[in-house]
């Protein structure tokens, strides 16, 4: 199936007011653009995996923050069987979080957060306590030496 033909089909239902919103997801810069091209610019959300373990969707996160489209990073915290370990993993993670006394998957969340007022991780939860501590990366403020620290892990 051709991509803009995929597209397309998004395209008539918003245009029947079938859908109020358009989204895609595991898309390379080309097919963001060729996507809100084909939706004419009304293209709002683009969700790529994104995480410690993951970088190399950079460029599409800084093409959804130059377009203004909001980018969700998918197990932003490395997946349900590694989220556990990103402290062990991945030292300045721990290192910071211990420094502000928070969890590395709240600094994790954070450092996201930080990269763009356009990103909106979504953890995967399922107990409160996680839900909750998540929550509160939305209040953490990481310096830019401490994000600098996190960009080279
Ligand atoms: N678009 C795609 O192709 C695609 C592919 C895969 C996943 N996704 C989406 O991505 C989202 C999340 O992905 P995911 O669940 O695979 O991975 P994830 O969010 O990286 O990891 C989920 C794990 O993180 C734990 N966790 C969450 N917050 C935590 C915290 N503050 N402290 C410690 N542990 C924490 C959870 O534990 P508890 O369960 O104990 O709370 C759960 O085991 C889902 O909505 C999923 O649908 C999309």
Known sequence: MPYAESVGAVRDLLDEGKIRMAGISNANPDQIRQAND?????????QNQF???FRSSEPELGLCDELGIAFLPWSPLGGISRAGELGSTYAPFDRIA?????????VCLAWMLAKSPVVVPIPGSSRPETIRDSLAATDLELGAEEL??????
């Not at 600098?148 to 892990?153: E, K, R, S, W, Y």
């Open 38 to 46: 084909i939706l004419g610019g009304r293209l709002v959300s683009v």
């Open 51 to 53: 995480s410690p373990a």
């Open 98 to 106: 211990k420094a502000h006394g928070v969890s590395p998957q709240q």
């Open 148 to 153: 600098a620290q996190l960009d080279a892990v």
